[in-house]
């Protein structure tokens, strides 16, 4: 079974990790090489054509059937809301299960999973889980951004099967067709949510209550989630398979007692076999109560098959168990490897079962000691490729908090949201907070630690096997030859990224929407050039520049220029100065920003970084306004990034300005009637960048743009088609130009488009 779990585990990844998805005859094609290995009684290969069978029979590039004629236009949805929704500033997001999906002229959309929708405003009507809605919506297909070292929302939607996003238009009126219909648990878990929302209120700590009784994460604080990243014990306050492990445990210790006490029921039903089948339910009532979220699938699938080895009185093998439970929960879900959580939970289990094979000594204390610093140590690699970060006290954080958590905490919420009796059950709501309360401060103290969280750039995928692989050869049994070769698998993980050459420059236009963002790296320096905006509950350089420089192991920024007094090119620099030392800070002229330390660009000025050189071009007209004032920046001869700059701007560079160079950032996003033909003419690029929107409301870069761009002869390439667009380049040389869509394409990716040119 361990084989053949793995086998089935390792054909799944295969087809994930196709860059295009192959369609049904290579699943005609698996089949018949899987009935010919079975016929030949090979052991592991036909394990790993299932797993690949598997996956082409039961998933599908959904991403793809909205039609993009579609795309922006007001269509009519049946559907039932899927998860518990959530609120935040005034709007309502919620998944919806489609039924049935129609176009403006009535005809019927085939359309099969989910979407992603938000409802603007101050809406009157309180939605709920399993509630039927007819409603009138604007969708486009998923489309996120994509930038190096950052997240990838394209993935995250197709794993949970969500093949569009939108909003909710208030014409036609939306229609409540039913309640939350006959699922007992839906209605359930939504009963529970909006009495524990009229019963805690708005209290600090209300969320975390929520997380944990019903898997609502929606209300977490902010800073809570921070302090939990930074000790590494965020599965502590969600229901996590440690929970579920629990609920479980505690019904076997129940029954047990009480099955001991009753003699006649003893001698029916041996006191063990009672034990574990009361503890089947118990386990699994919390995990539905979570949604069934992956950690709660793994621990569910293992606890069921644990109990029903206790009632036949079999041992248990717990690697055994790992394999099944993996091969359980590929069989339901084989997209969940897209999930990091995936990764986490199954290693964390599978390091406690290294750690635990055949070692047994010590006391309690030591043992549970070794437990939390070795799962630091083997999910360390993991948790870098990740999140770019390695809680260091981690092992001490979880020492307290696993144990103060499970007999407090846990139990604390579950009863307060169970029982309903005036007084007892706010109570011991009460209660669960004050104990949430205490153990936060406890872990806030020690994520104020100077050394708590340690940030580190991304490695390459192929360095996490061996990495992981380096951690178990140093957990490995005492007395195991050379366990200190295990840190020799780690260099490659630490080793520092590369960067440019002396004489190189590497340019990054970032993929972040409505604005503008770019770095430019010389050998041993760094400008940041604007970033980008801000939207709800986050900016463009918490999402984008900060993972970028992170993953190219950037601590210091040299110079930061905000070429104006736009908050789509401003938006993100307090996010920014918040996790990088900035050296210098440049804006359009004095007071025009409130930066604190500003200095305003002049043109003329310039330096020279590791044999690149930079000048400002403007501005240097003070009777220009407006945009026109934006802060123009020359790399190298090859490179000029304008800002908004407008027609006076562009004419006011003419007698001055640069000569024909390879790179030009499209000034105002393509914006049409702001180009001024002699300018255009005298620079003639090679190369021009677009930063814009996917389906962007301005509708840029407008037709007319692209079309006098194109009459240069300029290659056009726009953020909203590629994602973030790198170029590279030495002095002498051609720039080489590379896309972020085609360089991590994968299936669930939405097809690189040309909104602006070939």
Request: charged letters at 15%; a positive charge; glycine letters at 10%.
């Amino acid at each position: 079974m361990r084989v053949g779990s793995l086998g089935f585990g390792l054909g799944v990844l295969a087809i994930l990790a196709l860059p295009v998805w192959p369609g049904r005859v290579w699943l005609a094609a698996v089949l018949m090489a899987l009935a010919l290995l079975v016929w030949l009684r090979w052991r592991w290969w036909p394990w790993l054509l299932a797993g690949m069978g598997w996956t082409l029979l039961t998933v599908s590039p959904g991403h793809l059937q909205l039609p993009v004629a579609l795309e922006g236009r007001d269509l009519r949805v049946v559907g039932r809301i899927a998860e518990l929704p959530g609120r935040s500033s005034g709007t309502q997001h919620f998944v919806l299960r489609v039924d049935s999906l129609s176009a403006p002229d009535g005809a019927r959309v085939p359309f099969r999973g989910a979407l992603s929708l938000g409802w603007y405003g101050a809406s009157p009507l309180a939605l709920r889980a399993g509630e039927r809605w007819s409603l009138s919506v604007r969708l486009k297909r998923p489309r996120g951004l994509l930038n190096p070292g950052g997240g990838d929302s394209e993935r995250w939607l197709f794993a949970r099967r969500i093949h569009a996003r939108g909003y909710v238009r208030e014409y036609p009126a939306p229609r409540r067709l039913s309640g939350a219909g006959a699922n007992p648990l839906t209605r359930w878990r939504t009963a529970l949510a909006a009495r524990l929302d009229q019963r805690l209120g708005d209290r600090p700590h209300a969320g975390l209550v929520k997380a944990l009784a019903v898997g609502d994460r929606h209300d977490v604080h902010g800073a809570h989630r921070e302090v939990l990243q930074r000790t590494g014990t965020a599965h502590l306050l969600a229901i996590s398979g440690l929970h579920v492990g629990l609920a479980g445990g505690w019904w076997y210790l129940l029954v047990s007692l009480l099955w001991r006490r009753l003699p006649g029921l003893a001698e029916r039903l041996a006191t063990p076999r009672a034990a574990a089948l009361a503890a089947i339910p118990g386990a699994a009532l919390y995990a539905l109560l979570a949604g069934l979220s992956l950690p709660t699938q793994r621990a569910l699938a293992m606890i069921l098959l644990a109990m029903l080895a206790r009632c036949w009185l079999r041992p248990v093998d717990f690697s055994r168990l790992l394999a099944m439970a993996l091969l359980a929960t590929l069989l339901v879900d084989p997209l969940a490897p897209l999930n990091p959580g995936f990764w986490l939970s199954f290693g964390a289990v599978g390091v406690i079962a290294h750690l635990l094979a055949g070692r047994r000594e010590g006391s309690p204390e030591q043992l549970w000691w070794r437990i939390q610093w070795g799962i630091t140590l083997g999910l360390a690699p993991l948790g870098l490729g990740a999140f770019q970060g390695l809680s260091l006290v981690s092992p001490l954080a979880n020492l307290v908090a696993i144990p103060w958590a499970s007999a407090t905490v846990v139990p604390l919420t579950l009863l307060g949201t169970l029982v309903d009796l005036p007084g007892l059950g706010d109570g011991l709501l009460a209660l669960a907070l004050g104990s949430i309360r205490w153990l936060l401060r406890f872990l806030g103290w020690l994520a104020d630690w100077p050394w708590a969280y340690r940030v580190w750039p991304a490695p390459p995928l192929w360095a996490l096997p061996l990495a992981v692989l380096g951690s178990l050869w140093l957990l490995a049994p005492r007395g195991f030859p050379g366990r200190w070769l295990g840190c020799l698998l780690w260099l490659p993980l630490l080793a520092p990224p590369p960067q440019p050459a002396p004489g190189e420059v590497w340019f990054t236009l970032l993929d972040v929407g409505d604005g503008l963002a770019a770095v430019v790296r010389t050998r041993e320096h760094v400008l940041v050039y604007d970033t980008g905006g801000r939207w709800r509950g986050g900016d463009a350089a918490g999402a984008t520049l900060v993972p970028l420089l992170r993953q190219q192991g950037i601590r210091r920024i040299d110079t930061v220029i905000l070429s104006h007094d736009d908050s789509l090119h401003t938006g993100g620099f307090r996010s920014l100065a918040s996790e990088f030392a900035i050296q210098r800070v440049l804006v359009p002229a004095p007071g025009a920003l409130p930066v604190a330390g500003a200095s305003p660009c002049r043109a003329g000025d310039g330096w020279r970084w590791d044999g690149v050189v930079f000048r400002l071009l403007a501005p240097s007209d003070t009777r220009l306004a407006g945009d026109d004032q934006s802060c123009v920046l020359q790399v190298d001869n090859k490179l000029l990034l304008p800002g908004d700059l407008e027609l006076a701007g562009q004419r006011r560079l003419l007698r001055d300005g640069p000569s024909p160079l390879a790179v030009l950032v499209a000034p105002h996003h393509g914006r049409r009637d702001l180009l001024d033909s002699h300018w255009l003419a005298r620079l003639n690029p090679q190369l021009v960048l677009f930063s814009t929107a996917y389906r962007n409301h301005h509708g840029y870069p407008r037709p007319a743009t692209c079309r006098r761009f194109a009459a240069t002869g300029a290659r056009l390439l726009d953020t909203a088609d590629h994602g973030a667009i790198s170029v590279r380049w030495r002095s002498g040389e051609r720039p080489r130009v590379e896309t972020e869509r085609q360089r991590r394409r994968r299936f669930w990716h939405a097809p690189v488009t040309s909104t602006c040119g070939p």
